[in-house]
């Protein structure tokens, strides 16, 4: 397909019937848009595993708390849609907030146990907000496979849980994390950093680094390599922990020896930007 190809849908029903014509295997990169290069490699996946991709853009005001950046989240339509059409994405789903919630809307998704931790403690509310978006939309698609990035691992957690538990019948995909080269996770909300919180948000990775080197010498217990994030954390002015977590991957309960698919995590404030990342430690 060449790049004047692609598709903009906004209605639920507009999509649903250009879906209803699609054979084959059909991916879906669920997004809330001012897409960046992690995006891209979610998208890269679906469109080499799948015969069409649907990439959906849709700011979901259902996850973000009422202090949260909702309002202010970055949004660049066009852009994403070129950069979309360069790779050669068939479909985008961009509805409105409406289209999503129309008025009376009252039913959600409560995810549980898995998203009572990490993020759903930070944020009260949050998966139920993005597992009742992503519900909407899978049913919307009805994708063979979804992608989502390991960077938001509870978020896979959550939605592999959601899947599974009410045998939704698609294949959850986890994309690895793609970092900027001095190793900041890329995000979004990157957008919000100046220079020198940029530099202040590479302690995030350091962390995550020292604890997964502490770990490949043989330390096993957790909570040294949880103050060990803690102390680098600390030693950057400009950041303020909100947590530190060395869990088990799968149900995300804090660990105190490492085993197996173990997780860590963070969510630390850089100025008035919230920014989270994790990494695997796999043997
Ligand atoms: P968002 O637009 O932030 O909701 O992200 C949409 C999807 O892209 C989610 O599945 C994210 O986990 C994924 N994503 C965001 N940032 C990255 C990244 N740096 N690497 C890989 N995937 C990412």
Partial sequence: MDQSDTLVLDTGA???????????????????????????????????????????????????????????????????????????????????????????FDTYVAPGSIAERLEGAARPGHFRGVATVVLKLFNIVQPTRAYFGQKDAQQVAVIKKMAL????????????????????????????????????????????????????KGERRAETLRQSMRTILESEPLARIEYVSAAYG????????IQPAAQVSLAVWIGKTRLIDNIELRV
């Avoid at 799968?250 to 020896?257: N, P």
Wanted: aromatic share 8%; proline share 8%.
């Fill in 14 to 104: 507009a999509m649903r019937a250009v879906r209803a014509g699609l054979a084959g295997t059909v991916g879906l990169v669920p997004t809330m848009g001012y897409l960046h290069q992690g995006h891209m490699a979610l998208v890269r996946r679906s469109r080499e595993e799948n015969d069409h991709t649907i990439v959906s853009i849709f700011v979901n005001p259902t996850q973000f708390g009422p202090q949260e950046d909702f309002q202010r989240y970055p949004r660049d339509p066009e852009r994403d849609l070129s950069l979309l059409k360069k790779e050669g994405v068939d479909f985008v789903f961009m509805p409105s907030v409406p289209e999503i919630y129309p008025a009376g």
């Fill in 165 to 216: 538990d009410l045998a939704l019948g698609l294949e959850i995909t986890p994309v690895p994390t793609v970092r900027e080269p001095d190793g900041l996770a890329m995000s979004s909300r990157n957008v919000y950093l100046n220079p020198s919180e940029h530099q202040a948000a590479l302690c995030l990775w350091r962390s995550l680094r020292a604890a997964r080197d502490l770990w490949a």
């Fill in 250 to 257: 799968e149900t995300l309960q804090e660990l105190e020896e």
